[in-house]
């Protein structure tokens, strides 16, 4: 699952040195689908890393739960990853969202009630999915049946660093402010 309707996000910089936490709005992803041309798939949002798309490889679907994506890629970067299980979620971008706004506990929530779906992502170990319940499973093909099943919230980020010093980055003030404003860290 790229996203689960009306599950909301860890909390997300506004670029104006604030946080808000975001959620999607059941109907919305299907309705983006059913006008989209066509949804790219990239590996980390990076746009030459592209793995194909919804009139190639890439089926998207909005059902019950949330936005389902089903993709089939020989792509040796991600194939590696897969099998050295790096792979820790989706993520999406899209552009003109339509949002309602509300508050909880002095943070700001906006739902996003309508978008356009430009991209998914798979998102690897580099990065951290905004949304806490994204899932991956991975499959092999004829080489021996394997699965892998990732969901984001179950394990904490690797820190990235130099392999004799790893950074952990300080989160300390982002933590304060969660923690100010009612939510659990």
Do not use: C
């Not at 109907?27 to 949804?39: N, Q, S, W």
């Not at 093909?141 to 394997?146: I, N, Q, R």
């Amino acid at each position: 699952y790229v996203n689960v309707a009306d599950r909301e996000s860890r909390p997300i910089p506004d670029r104006k040195g604030g946080y808000f936490i975001e959620r999607i709005a059941p109907g919305v992803f299907r309705r983006a689908i059913a006008k989209a041309d066509e949804v790219k798939i990239l590996l980390n949002h990076k746009w030459d890393k592209m793995l194909g798309g919804t009139k190639s490889n890439l089926t998207l679907r909005e059902d019950a739960i949330g936005l389902r994506a089903h993709v089939e890629t020989e792509n040796p970067e991600v194939v590696q990853k897969a099998k050295e299980k790096r792979l820790r979620g989706w993520s999406f971008g899209f552009t003109t969202p339509t949002e309602e706004r509300a508050e909880r506990n002095g943070m700001p929530i906006r739902t996003i009630t309508d978008l356009t779906l430009k991209e998914v992502s798979l998102i690897d170990d580099t990065m951290r999915p905004w949304y806490p319940s994204t899932t991956v499973e991975v499959r092999a093909g004829e080489e021996g049946e394997s699965t892998l099943e990732i969901r984001a919230e179950e394990f904490e980020a690797d820190y990235v660093g130099f392999e004799d010093k790893p950074e952990k980055p300080d989160n300390s003030k982002l933590e304060n402010m969660i923690k100010k404003y009612g939510g659990n860290v």
